[in-house]
């Protein structure tokens, strides 16, 4: 099930990975990883469960 697509996926990729970065700079903190990590897993998975409990999806509909 797809529901994070195009630019929204991407942006959640480049930040999840910025974020990370910036948790572990700031001596392995691991709230900001965790967050960070949880922007770029539902990037590369294409999925994410607040937007299906808000009813919202920006992947594109396949017909």
Do not use: H
Not at 1 to 27: P, T
Not at 31 to 44: H, N, P, R, S, Y
């Amino acid at each position: 099930m797809c529901n994070v697509g195009g630019i929204d996926r991407w942006l959640r990729i480049i930040l999840g990975l910025i974020i990370i970065g910036v948790g572990y700079y700031l001596g392995k903190n691991w709230i900001v990883i965790a967050i960070g990590a949880i922007l770029f897993l539902t990037g590369i998975f294409k999925f994410c469960l607040l937007y299906k409990l808000l009813g919202i999806s920006t992947c594109p509909n396949k017909s």
